[in-house]
């Protein structure tokens, strides 16, 4: 399902299925200045194939390689769309690893790229390292219009679950970086537009401060990572069951134990 709704001078693509709204989930690309901003999951193809005939676009920014963002490049692309992109999201929509059965189900699974897309940037908007969520994470910033795009970095200010080898503490880095840039406008891929959005910001990265001294502090006391979920989080929800613990509290607890010691994980 697609909804299409106008915020002022930005478009939002409101996309779903059946299976998400299961779960709560839902994603949204937005346009603005002419150019797309990810490109929704592969369940949605026709849908935004039949609004690409519609609307003209000079190119497509992408913020990371999850398929509910990157599910459709290959569309755009085969469209001659150029797309710009970091080289880590490149490499990964190249060769995309495999993904849990919860995801595939949900969102589909993306064609591989038939060749690489035409390179795109536009001056205004720029694709700023936003790593935490996945170690290739962009955002969108539009400096002229104050308006950030934050792809997957923000989601929601307490969300307890998380991707195998997301960077918990890379998450609070870039969520400073975001609130300094004091954006008048957030556009949030999972949330739509955020009331408030620099205080959210700064919500958030406090939340995940203080969850991740409550985590090391479990682990100073010899507790186990179910033990420390248990305590801080709260036992598993329907997604991390779902997902067979592949977005889970579980994963959320690792993340900050495994980067306790420095040595960062590879994110996905
Ligand atoms: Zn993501």
């Known amino acids: 399902m697609l909804q299409v709704l106008r915020h002022d001078d930005v478009t939002q693509l409101r996309a779903w299925t059946r299976v998400s709204r299961l779960i709560d989930y839902e994603v949204s690309a937005y346009v603005v200045r002419g150019v797309l901003i990810d490109t929704l999951f592969p369940r949605v193809r026709d849908d935004l194939a039949a609004w690409l005939r519609a609307h003209r676009l000079e190119g497509v920014l992408l913020t990371h390689a999850h398929e509910d963002h990157a599910g459709n490049v290959e569309l755009l692309r085969a469209r001659g769309c150029p797309v710009g992109l970091a080289d880590a999201t490149l490499a990964r929509i190249r060769v995309p690893g495999p993904i849990g059965m919860y995801r595939r189900i949900c969102w589909g699974t993306a064609p591989p790229l038939a060749a690489t897309p035409t390179p795109f940037a536009h001056a205004a908007l720029q694709l700023r390292p936003a790593p935490g ?121 690792e993340s900050v134990l495994a980067t306790r010691a420095g040595a960062a994980p590879a994110s996905t």
């Open 133 to 253: 969520h996945t170690s290739d994470h962009h955002v969108v910033w539009d400096e002229a219009r104050e308006t950030l795009f934050t792809g997957d970095a923000f989601i929601g200010v307490k969300l307890r679950i998380a991707h195998p080898r997301e960077d918990l503490r890379a998450q609070v880095r870039t969520l400073r970086d975001l609130v300094a840039l004091r954006p008048a406008r957030v556009f949030d891929a999972h949330r739509g537009p955020l009331r408030d959005p620099v205080a959210l910001l700064r919500a958030k990265a406090e939340w995940l401060e203080e969850t991740i001294g409550a985590i090391e502090a479990g682990a100073d006391r010899g507790w186990s990572a179910d033990q420390i979920r248990n305590h801080v989080l709260g036992r598993e929800d329907m997604t991390g069951i779902a997902s067979a613990g592949d977005y889970s509290k579980r994963n959320f607890v």
